[in-house]
């Protein structure tokens, strides 16, 4: 609870200046004035937890495994996904026959895994026979879109048995770690034959879905971890004929990716959760805790009349202009087996655009819609950009809330960003690129409602 006035004298100019941005402006100016900047937290937020166990497919990433966390709960996941084909399949030199192998390739993110990496786990991927319907969700039952029989290969995955890729962009070496499971020669060759006789099969995804609907990633044995990939490419390795420089015929040996699987294709993660009884007693008792994935988020009513009417009554016939509104939100870190971490991200969004959101791919735009990230340091979640949520209420709604500015929801996202290359002229700039239900790893932990602040700060003009 706090209200904190500072008192500054100001010329006639300034106001002026001031006046013309103002969110009110009641009363008219006069040459003596004084500006108080006012500092109000003394409102309180309120909320609970309610089960969050059907996440919509706008997934970021591909969770593959089973794990047990005391403190947690019991996570599962697999994955279905389509692909992107390759806009061209070499064929110059090259015949089916010369494809000699080929392999399903599955890039481990930074963050790589959570649980333990010695227990031996196996997953076995399918083809579809059909292709997915659209919209996915995490309780999608893959039954009926594929056959035992399907199997298109197997193998072990563990952060034990990964192998270090390197490549090379714009003269720097990166490097990541990647599982790989082989994947039956007949399958390339169709694809090559493909390009041959139909090359419009490959003129986009939904095309390409037809003639590969695309695969089921099963844990086929094992559990104790759940492994994190960013990326699923299919890398063909062919002989190629070709002549070199002295004019004599030869062969090479080459590799090509006929196909890849990317957030921007149609996939989704099948999730299946239950957590601790532990936990469940704890939200009965009405406690806001979060879990992720496809597990619980947090439904707030956000006290934005109150802090309305509170900046109404203080300026009364007075200049307001509002300079920032911001809630901070502590959390208490829940012991788990593994040291599962609070969320990375939290999205806050209108509780009634929540699923429109995620739906149309949407970005925060702080009227409706913003994100937090995590600060180990505070042990909290900071949302200082809701200053347009407040002005949009007051200048077009006459200061009135509805139900819909006030009923909130948080829930835990993954976030991409891009960061575009410093030149002579301008700085790196990070920019906001998708916005999707976190999947990328398991998380939880309590929001401290009873101990969260909702500051605003603005400017008093006094005539």
């Known amino acids: 609870m706090m209200k904190q006035i500072i008192f500054t004298l100001l010329a006639l100019t300034v106001l002026m200046g001031v006046q013309s941005c103002t969110d009110e402006t009641i009363g008219s ?63 110059t030199g090259v015949s089916a026959e010369m494809i000699d192998s080929c392999r399903l390739m599955l890039a481990i993110t930074s963050n790589g895994f959570t649980g333990d990496s010695l227990p031996p786990m196996r997953m076995n991927v399918y083809r579809l026979n ?66 041959r006789q139909h090359p419009e099969t490959f003129s986009s995804p939904s095309a390409f879905a037809k003639f590969f609907p695309g695969i089921y990633i099963k844990n086929s044995y094992g559990s104790g971890r759940v492994m994190n990939f960013n990326r699923t490419e299919f890398q063909v390795f062919f002989r190629k004929a070709t002549t070199n420089l002295n004019g004599n015929d030869t062969i090479t040996e080459n590799r090509s990716t006929y196909m890849a699987a990317t957030p921007e294709t149609l996939q989704d993660n099948i999730i299946t959760m239950e957590v601790d009884a532990d936990i469940e007693q704890r939200i009965a008792d009405g406690q806001a805790i979060i879990v992720a994935p496809a597990g619980y988020e947090v439904q707030l009513r956000f006290p934005i009349q109150e802090i309305i009417d509170s900046f109404r009554a203080n300026v009364g016939d007075d200049l307001g202009v509002i300079n920032k509104l911001e809630l901070t939100l502590p959390v208490e870190n829940i012991a788990t087996a593994y040291n599962i971490d609070p969320p990375t991200n939290l999205l806050m969004v209108k509780t009634s655009k929540k699923d429109k959101f995620i739906a149309s791919d949407s970005l925060t735009n702080n009227k409706d819609s913003f994100y937090a990230t995590y600060s180990s340091t505070k042990r909290a979640y900071v949302f ?45 700039q990070t920019v906001v690129t998708k916005i999707a239900p976190q999947v990328s790893e398991p998380a939880i932990t309590r929001l401290r409602l ?14």
């Open 29 to 91: 100016s006069l040459t003596d004035t004084r500006t108080a900047i006012i500092e109000d937290s003394s409102f309180v937020l309120t909320g609970h937890s309610v089960a969050n166990q059907r996440l919509q497919a706008r997934t970021s990433t591909q969770l593959v495994g089973r794990l047990k966390a005391g403190g947690y709960g019991t996570l599962s996941s697999e994955v279905v996904t389509q692909f992107i084909p390759a806009s061209m399949v070499d064929t």
């Open 450 to 463: 009873d101990k969260a602040k909702v500051k605003i700060t603005y400017s008093k003009m006094m005539m």
């Open 130 to 195: 059909k292709q997915l319907p659209s919209p996915l969700y995490s309780d999608f039952d893959p039954t009926g879109y594929y056959d035992e029989s399907d199997l298109l290969g197997s193998n072990s995955y563990s952060p034990k048995s990964a192998t270090t890729v390197y490549h090379e962009t714009n003269g720097v070496t990166y490097s990541y770690e990647a599982v790989f499971v082989p994947m039956p020669v007949s399958l390339a060759r169709d694809i090559q034959n493909e390009y």
């Open 384 to 428: 200082n950009g809701l200053r347009d949520y407040i002005v949009n209420i007051i200048n077009n709604q006459g200061g009135i809330a509805s139900e819909d500015d006030i009923n909130l929801t948080v829930t835990p996202v993954d976030i991409t960003t891009f960061t575009s290359q410093a030149s002579y002229y301008t700085s790196s």
